[in-house]
């Protein structure tokens, strides 16, 4: 049983790296074609151009060790949610190929522009789709996906789709105040405070659209003792809202930023106690999806070696490249 929660603990870290250094610079593309001319999109992409691809990384450790150490929670939840994830890998090599064009365009600029943002914009609302689908609940029958391809298409994950462009587009707009400065700085300053008070609202409205839609989810955070038990978890929500409001308003550079990390991970955490202790909500548990304990050790003897080497280097990277970016000094110049 500890192997299991331990397995847990590693996808659940992956999947909250992802969302969260994956986010910035998926936010930042979200945020492209709204930049006022060429000189700021340059050095947009360039804050960026040094992590995107190490940021992908998590994403990997998330795929591969619910392949791994969940094969049940793995082989259910693919065939429900081909299209968004097939939509979802396209648009990252949309943006990969952006990354390494735009800068050696001199006529197609344009394109490289479009593909950037369009990918970015993609890659967001897919993931949406597919964490508002599995927040729902898939149609599954003696372990088997009984639905169709588009059985993930409804109002809850559209919604979960557009939130998660705003809550990206949120952590770019932060990402840039922190590595700006002068107009294309105030310019990001407006973005996020508007993208704030979008993000505060989508996630009262998540907050009470899930319960409704499913009575367990209800009887878990308004029952007694864990009325007063998860009390915390949307109090400290509120406070960290207000605090990124107040931050923004007083023009602070970091905070922002780690104060929209904080309201994701705090939503993410409100998530897990909303769906433990299922791996497919509802259908399949931690426990009936687990892998034989002899794979799920061989599988962690690799993650005990490689993800400190992960660690180490992103942050190497982040050291490396801090400070502030300006036009003509990044990272492709």
Known sequence: MELILIWTGVIAFGVAMYIIMDGFDLGVGILFPFARHEEWRDVMMDSIAPVWDGNETWLVLGGAGLFGAFPLAYATTLPALYVPLILFLVALVFRGIAFEFRHRA??????????FATGSVVAAFSQGLVLGSFVQGLPIENGQFVGTAMSFLTPFSLFTGVALVVGYALLGATWLVRKTEGELQDW??????????????????????????????????????????????????????????LALKARR??????????????????LAVSLWPYMVPRAITIWDAAAPPETQKFLLVGVALFLPLVLIYTVIVYRVFRGKVRHGEGYHH
């Open 106 to 115: 001199e006529t197609s600029g344009w394109v490289w522009n479009l593909s």
């Open 188 to 245: 990001a300053y407006g973005w996020a405070k508007a993208l704030a008070v979008g993000l505060l609202a989508i996630i009262v409205a998540v907050s009470l659209w899930t319960p409704l839609m499913q009575a367990e989810i209800a009887a878990r955070w308004f029952s007694m003792p864990n009325l007063v038990l998860l009390a915390p978890i949307p109090i400290v929500t509120a406070i960290v809202g207000l605090a990124l409001l």
């Open 253 to 270: 550079e970091t905070s922002p930023f780690m104060l929209s990390i904080g309201l994701f991970l705090l939503s993410y955490l409100g």
